[in-house]
């Protein structure tokens, strides 16, 4: 199996798995509670730190975020012009409480590229990180 092909089951499993609106009275097939803890009592997951590097010809992006348990998914952006941003990475949340530390690896280009965070939290809510360079001629 591709990790494409991975990625997007995983996809549809959390889709399917996980609804939108927390399940109300006897609804067959709902997911339970966690610890019958309403997501949006607790603060939101805050980006602490973005940090890039390139190591063996590839850019390492490292981040860190508290609250972690309240993130849902982060996606890794990326543009070589400092405005036009797209997707490059899907980075699931871990549910860890607390602090949590993810990574984003991809080969090098030969040029500058650009990367942010888009911090997507269980509520939905959306925070973006600092914009980092990561420029292999400098």
């Not at 549809?12 to 609106?21: E, G, W």
């Not at 803890?37 to 973005?50: E, F, G, M, V, Y």
């Amino acid at each position: 199996m591709t990790k494409f092909s991975a990625c997007v089951i995983i996809l549809a499993l959390r889709l399917i798995y996980q609804p939108s609106h927390p399940p109300t009275g006897n609804t067959p097939f709902a997911s339970p509670s966690l610890h019958s803890t309403n997501i949006q009592t607790l603060s939101p997951a805050k980006l602490i730190s973005l940090n890039g590097s390139i190591s063996h010809n590839k850019v390492i992006l490292q981040w860190v975020v508290g609250n972690n348990e309240t993130a849902d998914q982060f996606e890794v952006e990326k543009s070589t012009d400092g405005t036009n941003f797209t997707m490059v990475a899907l980075v699931f949340g871990t549910d860890i409480a607390a602090t949590g530390n993810y990574e984003f690896y991809e080969k090098v280009n030969q040029q500058k590229v650009l990367y942010r965070i888009k911090l997507i939290n269980k509520d939905r809510k959306i925070e973006y990180s600092k914009v980092i360079e990561i420029n292999p001629n400098a």
